[in-house]
């Protein structure tokens, strides 16, 4: 079974799937639960907290710092 569903947000539509076997045994609120879960993660990308950016940045920092072996 293929769950095909959509988001307007303010950085654009969001639309995704949720592929599940037919017999699935889900509740409505839990595929719900679901597809936002999916929003938050796409929104987390495309409009990440300050937070998020900083911890970014000091991961950046850190692998630019790891010394390379030379071949």
Known sequence: ???????DT???SFCDALYLPDDHGL???QLE?????RLANWLAVVNP???Q???T???QLALD???TEEV
């Not at 079974?1 to 988001?7: A, S, Y």
């Not at 639960?33 to 879960?37: D, G, L, P």
Request: no cysteine; glycine share 4%; proline share 10%.
């Open 1 to 7: 079974m293929q769950i095909i569903f959509t988001f």
């Open 10 to 12: 303010p950085f654009g």
């Open 27 to 29: 509740t409505d609120e």
């Open 33 to 37: 639960a679901m597809k936002q879960e």
């Open 49 to 51: 907290s300050p937070e």
């Open 53 to 55: 950016i900083e911890a």
């Open 57 to 59: 940045r000091l991961q």
């Open 65 to 67: 710092e790891t010394p």
